[in-house]
């Protein structure tokens, strides 16, 4: 598997182009009518999608954000830092970016054992875990199929203390690449963090993916510290950080 090429691949669309966008050094800006929809798994639209490298800025825009490109890009110089960036997009437009770090999977580890994969069966654990993290949320009749298929993918892989699940894995929604890329989501009850679940989790998550024949992603907000780090122990690289708008 090569993990950096397909993450490229999965990014390349996000940013209206094929893979070589990521690799043309400078500022660039791509026009593309993917920001002028609300892609699949999101709630929003992201009207200005901003990978950032070092020595590398690709500005992929819609049709709201159009008018001001040109003056923004001309206002960009090399290097510069991401918050430095973000301070200029704001300016422009008047909304705050939201800032998010990509990864890719470089250094798959070995699994600790102490994960399980769930199946169809666990759903009424899965269940009662689901509505202890999320207490508020009534509306649950999504989630029966939704478990159903990360069971069917192997993609629900759950740590179990005290014969309750408290830490487990899911599986967002992939716009893109479908059959080759997964993400992987992550979420441990409070009172059982610090104890090495979510990374044992993600690291048989992240090898059940690969058996699929997929690439397994990680993606967290830049201000999310513990997601980050967690990326880190379990294989991944940060690829970018990635800055969106929604106008």
């Known amino acids: 598997m090569d993990a950096i090429s397909t993450t490229e691949r999965y990014y390349a669309h996000w940013l209206g182009g094929d893979a070589r966008v990521l690799r043309t050094d400078g500022v660039r800006c791509v026009y593309s009518s993917e920001r002028n929809v609300t892609q699949y798994g999101f709630v929003r639209q992201f009207d200005v999608y901003c990978w950032c490298q070092q020595g590398r800025i690709i500005i992929s825009y819609g049709d709201r954000a159009a008018e001001k490109i040109d003056a923004l890009s001309r206002a960009l110089r090399l ?11 704001e300016d422009a437009f008047g909304v705050e970016p939201k800032h998010d770090l990509k990864f890719a999977y470089t250094d798959p580890r070995g699994v600790s054992g102490i994960a399980q994969t769930l199946g169809c069966g666990d759903y009424a654990r899965f269940l009662d875990f689901f509505k202890r993290g999320n207490p508020n949320d009534t509306d649950i009749d999504w989630l029966r199929e939704y478990f159903d298929s990360m069971a069917a993918d192997g993609t629900c892989v759950g740590v179990f203390d005290g014969g309750s699940l408290v830490c487990c894995t899911d599986a967002p929604g992939m716009p893109y690449l479908r059959g080759e ?15 090495g679940y979510a990374a044992a989790a993600v690291t048989q998550c992240a090898a ?15 201000e999310n510290h513990a ?5 880190y122990s379990v294989g991944f690289t940060k690829s970018a950080d990635v800055l969106t708008l929604t106008l």
Do not use: M, Y
């Open 227 to 231: 997601s980050e780090q967690l990326a």
């Open 208 to 222: 059940n993916i690969i058996k699929l024949g997929k690439c397994p992603l990680w993606s967290c907000n830049a």
């Open 79 to 89: 290097p510069i830092a991401v918050a430095e960036l973000a301070q200029l997009f």
């Open 181 to 195: 890329v997964q993400e992987i989501g992550i979420n441990t009850l409070p009172a059982h963090r610090r104890r």
